[in-house]
C-alpha cells in the first residue's frame, strides 16, 4: 500500500487550502487515517485523524475549530481542509494509516504503519 499526500503549497496568513491522501496499491480498508506535521526544528506532532466511514475525528487543539479531516471511501482518499491559517501552520505535512490501530493510540505516530511522503505547507505572514 502506497499513500501520497499532495495539496500543500505557499499560502497567506489567513487563507485556506485542502491536504489529500490518497492510497493505492491494493483494496485498502484503513482502521484509522491521520494526519501529522513536522515545523523546521521540531518534532512531528499530531494533527487530526479519522476511522473509516467518518467516525471518531480527533483534531489537536492548535487546530481545533480551523481543520476538518474528512475520508472519500470510495476514492480511498483522507482530506484535511484547513482554514484561517497561521504562520504557525507551516511544515510539512504526512498522512499515515493503520489497519490495526486501537481508539486509544490514534495520535500516536508508532500506532501507524502506512506513511505518505509528505507535503509542504508554507504560512507567509
Known amino acids: 500500500v502506497q499513500l501520497q499526500a499532495f495539496g500543500g503549497g505557499l499560502v497567506q496568513v489567513g487563507g485556506s487550502l485542502r491536504l489529500s491522501c490518497a492510497a493505492s496499491?491494493?483494496?485498502?480498508?484503513?482502521?484509522?487515517t491521520a494526519w501529522f506535521r513536522q515545523a523546521p526544528g521540531k518534532e512531528r506532532e499530531f494533527v487530526a485523524t479519522i476511522w473509516w466511514g467518518g467516525r471518531n475525528p480527533s483534531y489537536a487543539d492548535t487546530v481545533k475549530g480551523r481543520f476538518a479531516i474528512s475520508g472519500d471511501n470510495a476514492r480511498n482518499t483522507v482530506y484535511l481542509q484547513m482554514t484561517t491559517l497561521k504562520p504557525e501552520d507551516t511544515a510539512v505535512y504526512y498522512c499515515a494509516a493503520s489497519e490495526t490501530i486501537i481508539l486509544s493510540s490514534t495520535r500516536r505516530e508508532a500506532a501507524y504503519n502506512y506513511w505518505g511522503q509528505g507535503t509542504l505547507v508554507t504560512v507567509s505572514s
Open positions: 496499491g491494493r483494496t485498502f480498508r484503513p482502521r484509522a
